[in-house]
């Protein structure tokens, strides 16, 4: 089936420093999805990305859809404390209903 | 606006023994999905329903997962007989839409499970 791999799995950086982490599906997805899971809690929708090579921003966070519609990725400009926790990308699960998460990545920051 | 509410928010019992957890959608969400998250993974889609009717339960284990939505609203998960690796996060999820464009999929805060 459909798969969203997901690197890094683990990222450490100093406050202050910039955050990427990237997302690539096996298939051609018709949209992308990013969430954020905060430590202990549940995921929070973010961003959906439809177009072949989009770029939305939320403020100092940047999404890119790739022009195959096969990768995706999520940059943070000058992380803040509050930036901590999983970031997952999400894309429909091939042939069926529903999203398929990739394994996250877990930005840890320290001051 | 009222989010999605799960219940209970953690569960501890023995292997063998029987679960039940509870969520209910947001109002109006028609599509409903229940998502198993191990710890440090992504959450793996269980279930999803469509108004009352299953749209994929490929992913869910029958021999001991049993899942329901009643009426179109409300939906329970139950596990019997729990084991030691059903340890996760059960999320309950709702979105207003379906199919390969689900729009955003609203969360519930999870029902923890320890299966000792």
């Known amino acids: ?111 | 606006e009222a989010g999605v509410a799960q219940s209970p928010r953690y569960k501890i019992i023995e292997k063998r023994q029987s679960v039940a957890f509870w969520c209910n959608p947001i109002s109006g969400h028609a599509t409903l999905y229940w998502y198993q998250q191990i710890l440090g993974q992504g959450p793996k889609l269980l279930i999803q329903f469509q108004n009352n009717g299953v749209v994929d339960d490929s992913q869910l284990p029958k021999d001991r997962f049993s899942a329901e939505r009643l009426k179109g609203v409300d939906s329970t998960l139950k596990i019997q007989p729990a084991k030691l690796e059903d340890s996760a996060v059960y999320l309950c999820a709702s979105s207003l839409g379906s199919g390969t464009n689900t729009g955003e999929l609203f969360f519930g805060e999870g029902s923890r499970l320890t299966v000792l």
């Open chain 1, 1 to 111: 089936g459909q798969q969203v791999m997901q690197i890094p799995q683990y990222q450490h950086v100093q406050e202050g420093e910039d955050f990427t982490t990237y997302c690539n599906s096996s298939t051609t997805l018709s949209n992308i999805q990013w969430y954020k899971q905060r430590p202990g809690g549940h995921p929070v929708f973010l961003i959906q990305l439809v177009k072949s090579g989009e770029v939305k921003k939320q403020k100092r966070l940047t999404f890119q859809f790739g022009e195959a519609k096969k990768n995706s990725s999520l940059h943070i400009t000058a992380t803040q404390t509050t930036d901590v926790g999983t970031y997952f990308c999400a894309g429909p699960r091939g042939g069926a209903d529903g999203l398929t998460f990739g394994k996250g990545t877990h930005l840890i920051i320290q001051p």
